[in-house]
């Protein structure tokens, strides 16, 4: 019996880099494979090492919302943008007064109530 490993390709940019700063460039998107047996980890030190970046949030470009960057979240052909972020940062407080605010755990804000209760 044979096993298969599925794979998925997926082209990723750095978020914030215009189409006029990219005209120069001849592949403004860097493409990797991932595997079925890639865990979060592995998958997180390959984007890392390829943009320099420690912390990070991958963006689905044609969704437009925050992935988890684990292989079953990555869709086969599929372009996101990174999201550089820095690492023990204050997070920025929204001025929502429902708990949980919706728009706080799709950008990762803190409630301004959530640290009251």
């Given at each position: 019996m044979?096993?298969?490993t599925s794979s998925k390709c997926?082209?990723?940019r750095l978020a914030?880099?215009?189409k006029i700063e990219r005209a120069g460039q001849d592949h403004p998107y860097t493409k990797?494979?991932?595997f079925t047996t890639d865990s979060k980890d592995d998958i997180h030190q390959e984007i890392s090492k390829a943009f320099s970046v420690e912390n990070f949030s991958l963006v689905d470009e044609r969704e437009g919302h925050i992935i988890t960057g684990a292989w079953f979240?990555?869709?086969n052909n599929n372009t996101y943008s990174l999201i550089k972020r820095v690492a023990n940062v204050a997070k920025k407080k929204c001025d929502q007064e429902t708990i949980p605010c919706?728009?706080?755990v799709k950008y990762e804000i803190e409630c301004n109530l959530s640290s009251e209760i």
């Open positions: 044979t096993t298969s997926i082209s990723i914030g880099v215009n990797f494979k991932f979240s990555l869709e919706k728009r706080c």
